[in-house]
Every structure is written in C-alpha cells, then in structure tokens.
C-alpha cells in the first residue's frame, strides 16, 4: 500500500475512532456502573482490583413499563414517519425528475428551503396550525367540514405528521437521486413489450430506485428513533419517546448510568436496521 493510500485510509479511521468509538465506550462504560452521590455520578468499575460490573440498568430497561413504552412508541412513530416519507418521497422525487431539466433546479431548490429555517422555529410552527384554535381547524370549520375543533396536538397523529414533514427531505434527495440515473429507454423498453406504464413503473423503475430507497430509509428512520423535539412538542404523555426518555433522566433525574443505557440501547436498536438494509442492498447489487 502506498503512503498515500495509507492516508486516505487511516485519517477517516481515526476520525470515526476518535469521534465515534471512544464515546460510545465511555457511555457502555458508565452504563455498566452504579449511580452515586459524587463527581462523577457513578462508580468506577474498576476499585480495588476488581472489575465490578453492574447490570441492573439493563434489566430495569427491560422491566419497567415506561421505557418499555417509550421503545415501543420510538419504533411504532419512526415506522410510520418513515413509510409516509418514502411514499410522499418517491413521488415528488418522481415529479421532480419527470419535470422539464430547466425546472428541476428550481423543484429541488424548494425542497431544501425549509432546512434554511430552523428546526425548532419549523416545529413551533406546527403548533399554531394543529392546536384546536389554529389554522387548520380554523379552515375546516369555515369550510363546513367540522363543526368543532379536531384534536391533533399533543397526539400520535401530530408527532408522525411533524417527523414527517421535517424529514421528507432526507427521503427526496435520494430518491431523486437513484431516479434520475436511471435511463428512460428502460421504460420505453417494457412499454414496448406490453407492460403498462404502473406495471413498468413497478417492475422496472422501482427495483432500480432500491438502493436511493434504501438510502432514504436509514437517513430518516434513525434519527426519528431518537427524536426529542417533536415528541415534546407536538406529543403528549402518551407518545413519550426513547429521546424525551434519555434527557429526562440524564437533567432530571441526573441518572447518568440509566442515560447511558438508553443510549446504548438506542445505538443498537439503530445498527441492528442499518446492517440489514445494508446486507439486502449490497445481496441486490450481487445478484
């Protein structure tokens, strides 16, 4: 291997050593300790020439109804902030890519003006519309369509519409991505043959669209996982995530041990997905 080479390769590696696995072993660490009145707040698990290793942390995880619930409720919201991303995605990335090549700029330019504003001042906005005298209950009301204000905040309902809309984004680009390589004489060619164009569209653009879906997928389903904004703002107790979950007791509670679980927990409830799309993309690519 060449000296240059040998760079390329070795300075990436200690950025992710550096940034990524030295903190994750400090926070496994101090998830295998016990909580204490001191600085830091937790016991050393070395003392005394001893390795003292404590697994209550886990086994209170998977015991206790309110992380239990908070897992569930992680999983179940980011399943369906990522299935609506995907469906909303492929078809405006779709549009975008069957618009005129002098209008897609300007399409894609759109799509990206809301990460010009912030995500808080995007999520508060959601408030004004979705609270019981907001706009859209307002709009509805004068429409005819309702005749009181329908509850959507601090509700499931609220939370996967706001991940949704703060993440469709990170679903088109991908998307759009993998769609506009493919080439359109692929289509012509099944139409052609007799294949319809939804057959051609399903049979033809959609498996080569796999590895921007696949892409899109991961790049919104974890981070909405450990989502803490959305939840507390447009959630309720109901819908209380592993995010909300993890600050509560690491500021409240100042459980440095049990924060450090979670976020353990979070980390491989995160990997376990993104090494098996990871498999079916690279198994696609082989066949």
Known sequence: MTRRGFVLIALPALWTALLVAVPLLMVLKISFAEPQMA??????????????IHFGNYALLMADALYLR????????????????????LAIARAVERAAPRWQPFLLVLIILPFWTSFLIRVYAWIALLKPEGLINAALIWLGLID???????????????????????AILPIYASLVGQSPKLTEAAVDLGASPLQAFWLVTLPLARPGLIAAGLMVFIPMVGEFVIPDLLGGSATIMLGQTLWSEFFSNRDWTMASALAVLLTLLLLGPALWLQRLELGGRTR
């Not at 600085?39 to 003292?52: I, K, S, V």
């Not at 992680?74 to 995907?86: F, H, V």
Request: glycine share 14%.
């Open 39 to 52: 600085q830091p707040p937790y016991t050393p698990l070395f003392a005394d020439g001893a390795l003292r």
């Open 70 to 89: 908070a897992l569930g409720n992680s999983l179940l919201y980011a399943g369906i902030g990522t299935i609506c991303c995907l469906a909303l995605g």
């Open 148 to 170: 009181e204000p329908l509850v959507m905040i601090n509700t499931g309902f609220g939370v996967a519409l706001g991940m949704t809309y703060s993440y469709l984004p990170f």
